[in-house]
């Protein structure tokens, strides 16, 4: 499947339209909420704008915020059924767009725009299984993301929670920079995050931080290779 420039196109039209959806519902909803909202639209944000800009880790991003989507869709159809509150119609439009802007971003001709550029490769000095690794990870961040800030910005939430969140964000962003660092703070603030979920018996914060440290386990086997060397 081709057609690389307009499923591109496409897929950025769908996150772009769920960071405008957060961002209004920020401004015009509860303002208890609002926090959570926006931390929703900045995600999407990101994603729409880094694959208009082109940077490399976009397409993985991008793909792992979808597949959150594709979850979020799932478990609301599963629940949606036992809810006669819940608009099916919208759980269905949402389950539909993510996993459509998903399936656009997949592909060999689609990682040529993004990941498979060799420039990047040359600069951050990495062969292809590292690159591998490094998709894998920034995939997985992609599906956490939302659901850390989901549960660090909802109401009256503890600062600990706020706290892991921003350590996430900045372990996201070294990990995409290939620092160490950026993955110590990733497994930090997934530990973190399911110590909080186990001792409050919450799901949303154990699932958050199994999902972070998973982002870390592509690079564990390279790392305990280097301390030993």
Do not use: C
Not at 55 to 69: D, H, I, N, T
Not at 109 to 125: C, F, I, P, Q, V
């Amino acid at each position: 499947m081709k057609l690389v420039g307009e499923r591109r196109a496409l897929a950025a039209i769908v996150f772009a339209f769920f960071f405008i959806m957060f961002a209004l519902n920020g401004l015009m909803g509860p303002a208890p909420n609002a926090p959570l909202l926006y931390g929703l639209a900045g995600v999407y944000g990101l994603a729409f704008f880094s694959l208009v800009a082109g940077y490399f880790w976009a397409r993985w991003y991008a793909v792992g915020v979808g597949l959150f989507g594709v979850i979020l869709g799932v478990l609301g159809m599963w629940q949606g059924r036992k809810d006669p509150n819940v608009e099916m119609w919208q759980v269905y439009m949402q389950f539909g767009m993510h996993l459509a802007a998903t399936i656009m971003l997949w592909g060999e001709n689609m990682s040529s725009a993004y990941d498979g550029k060799t420039a990047w490769r040359e600069k951050l000095h990495m062969d292809e299984s590292a690159v591998q690794r490094l998709g894998k990870s920034v995939i997985r961040a992609g599906v956490s993301l939302p659901i850390v800030l989901a549960y660090a910005l909802a109401p009256r939430q503890p600062a600990a929670a706020q706290i892991a969140a921003g350590i996430a964000v900045l372990g996201i962003a070294g990990t995409i920079r290939m620092r160490t660092w950026g993955l110590v703070m990733m497994g930090v603030s997934g530990i973190a995050l399911a110590t909080m979920g186990i001792e409050n018996t919450s799901l949303v914060p154990m699932l958050a931080g199994g999902l972070l440290v998973s982002a870390t386990v592509p690079f564990v086997a390279p790392m305990a290779r280097l301390i030993r060397a």
